[in-house]
């Protein structure tokens, strides 16, 4: 089962903030630390992210459409139909953070990641990865802001402003420049894949550290824990089987089918703290819990789904690749 490293990372950034949370001055330089890491966050997103080549996947616009109507749309009717399991097993903050993680992109790179493990559709996936980002950008914030009310960063004046000048601007300057500097992105980009994941290590310790001050903590027991658990075990069941089912329903191929399973039924972790500090402010400590136990039952379970997709379509090629090879070889005989 793979143990995603950077989950690591997250908890050991948590225990810090719970041993050692930002105080004072020191709170103030880590909020603005972390604004910045926001902003440079989704810059690199929009340098990054080629619009071109999203806009090519235009012919397979029905894949497109289904993992959009999955990401954008099921999810968070299923969201909304957790809102009856507060308070018997879910509090109202995890239930916010819960519905959130219904409301943010898809992932780009697991999604690619798993679809070819299991021998699907990967130009698919990348399109579709593409799309769910550059819909979220704006669809995710406008979600939370109409859904999750006051308590989620209501859309006020205030929280617009903040989702523009934080999250929209910092994408739309990515993009624009991406024409130049989108070489020297590719080029370094596993040194820029550490800036993104510092980035968002400086995030969450700042959130957490807000909720460690404010003593949020104490709302969460082991049985409230356990039962947030169990609920996101049944949306990912619920994603997982209408994404492979509905594919067939909608008469996908196989290839297809697989990006759709695994496009539509992922959050990405690294749009969705970043956009939880902006539209929660100080009660993104419970807010992004959701998502972080998500990702990593998501790799886990999806992991496991991949391989034996792959085990499946090996099957399904060994007979006919000897079946080709007979012929092939009946052939050569009778020409010879």
């Not at 299923?78 to 903050?93: C, S």
């Not at 704006?138 to 004046?157: D, K, M, N, Q």
């Not at 000048?165 to 596993?190: C, D, E, Y």
Request: net charge positive; glycine share 10%.
């Amino acid at each position: 089962m793979p143990i995603d490293p950077y989950i690591l990372l997250l908890l050991g950034t948590v225990g810090l903030a719970a041993l050692l949370p930002a105080r004072g001055p020191a709170a103030d330089v880590a909020s603005g630390a972390s604004t910045a890491a926001v902003a440079l966050l989704f810059f690199l997103y929009g340098a990054r992210l080629s619009t071109r080549e999203a806009l090519d996947g235009l012919r397979h616009w029905r894949l497109h459409v289904t993992v959009l109507a999955c990401t954008f749309l099921v999810f968070p009717l299923l969201g909304l139909a957790a809102r009856g399991l507060v308070p018997v097993i879910l509090t109202h903050p995890l239930y916010q953070g819960l519905l959130f993680l219904t409301l943010v992109p898809s992932t780009v790179q697991s999604s690619i990641a798993f679809t070819s493990m299991a021998r699907g559709n990967v130009p698919a996936a990348i399109c579709a990865g593409s799309f769910s980002s550059l819909v979220g950008i704006v669809a995710t914030p406008l979600l939370a802001a109409s859904l999750l009310g006051g308590s989620g960063g209501g859309f006020s004046a205030d929280s617009l402003l903040k989702i523009v000048l934080q999250l929209l601007v910092p994408f739309l300057a990515g993009q624009l420049l991406r024409r130049w500097i989108g070489g020297f992105v590719t080029r370094h980009k596993k040194v820029l894949g550490l800036v993104d994941r510092g980035s968002i290590l400086l995030v969450v310790y700042t959130a957490f550290s807000v909720g460690v001050v404010q003593g949020i903590w104490h709302q969460v027991s082991p049985a409230r824990l356990g039962g947030l658990v169990v609920v996101e075990a049944v949306v990912l069941s619920v994603m997982l089987l209408l994404t492979w089912y509905g594919g067939k329903a909608l008469r996908f191929g196989r290839e297809d089918r697989i990006a759709i399973q695994f496009a539509g039924s992922k959050k990405s972790l690294a749009a969705g703290l970043p956009m939880a500090s902006v539209l929660f402010g100080a009660q993104a400590a419970l807010a992004v819990l959701p998502l972080m136990l998500f990702h990593q039952m998501q790799l886990i379970v999806c992991a496991v789904i991949a391989k034996r997709r792959a085990r499946e379509a090996a099957e399904v090629s060994a007979p006919q690749s000897a079946a080709a090879t007979r012929t092939a070889v009946g052939t050569g005989t009778r020409s010879g």
